[in-house]
């Protein structure tokens, strides 16, 4: 199946974007209605973040996700195989003169999970030397090809999580700068319950404890869809970044997360279980 599917989006990369969109839009379309697991898991999600939202918005707007996730998905065979100069044309870059005024220092770009992240690791891997972390897939080939796609262009280094903080440092002091993605739950050790639209979430406060123990400063980095491309935005250094205070910190990074969920709710990653894990005593969303 999975050859199927990549052979697909090979033959789709051909494509025009407009083409490309439009048959990712109904991908999603199709998805929304088959994939009953991310359809709960996403409505879940909406209900907890959003109850001001009645369930008839609540339900455009998971549909529109499940859109923006298959447009951004069927994108990835540009990424994958398309020519560099047709990636610097759908993705435009903005801020990268923050990273320029660091003067060759290295710097750890927070990247939340909206479904442009990808384009943004491709498109930055054109323009400076970096490093990001990587889950193992189920599988083998999406691996495969996914790591390609964010190293193809340039002096990517790509860390499991296995690997850990060290081998993050060693690529921050070789002068990498770090593509950081803070924003999933990876179960209660090491986490800290700070609120995500008002609910408690475990959320890791290793963005704080790479920075304190780098020294590098903190850029925001987010990367959105938009109908002819993908603009990716690199925002100034964080100031009083860490503050010394571990959950303020995380608190910070959630609610800055929160600020750009609200510009584009539709492209934040709601398939996620990001509320897996609870406080004790407290029963499962999912």
């Not at 549909?63 to 047709?86: E, I, K, N, T, Y």
């Not at 860490?242 to 609200?262: F, K």
Request: net charge positive; hydrophobic share 45%; with cysteine.
């Amino acid at each position: 199946m999975s050859r199927l599917i990549f052979g697909a989006m090979w033959l789709a990369h051909f494509l025009p974007l407009a083409a490309l969109r439009a048959l990712g839009g109904a991908v999603g379309w199709a998805a929304f209605r088959l994939i009953g697991e991310r359809r709960r898991v996403t409505c879940v999600n909406l209900e907890k973040c959003f109850p001001a939202l009645d369930g008839a918005a609540r339900e455009r707007l998971a549909r529109a996700h499940f859109r923006a996730f298959c447009q951004a998905f069927l994108d990835r065979g540009v990424l994958w195989w398309s020519p560099r100069a047709r990636v610097e044309r759908i993705v435009r870059l903005e801020g990268l003169e923050h990273l320029h005024a660091l003067g060759g220092a290295p710097a750890i770009l927070l990247v939340p999970h909206f479904v442009g992240l990808d384009a943004g690791a491709t498109r930055l891997s054109c323009e400076i030397t970096a490093a990001g972390m990587y889950s193992r897939q189920k599988d083998s080939r999406f691996g495969e090809l996914l790591a390609r796609g964010r190293s193809r262009f340039g002096d990517i280094r790509l860390i499991s999580r296995q690997e850990g903080v060290r081998a993050i440092l060693a690529a921050l002091r070789e002068g990498r700068h770090f593509y950081y993605l803070p924003d999933q739950d990876y179960g209660p050790r090491g986490a800290l319950f700070v609120p995500f639209f008002g609910v408690p979430a475990a959320t890791m406060p290793g963005l704080a404890r790479l920075a304190k123990l780098s020294g590098a400063p903190v850029l925001p980095c987010v990367t959105r869809m938009e109908p002819r491309g993908y603009v990716l935005r690199i925002e100034p250094p964080w100031e009083n970044f860490p503050s010394g205070d571990p959950e303020a910190d995380t608190r910070r990074v959630n609610a800055y997360i929160e600020q750009r969920v609200l510009e584009m709710p539709e492209q934040y990653h709601w398939m996620h279980k990001r509320f897996k894990t609870r406080p004790a005593g407290e029963a499962a969303f999912y």
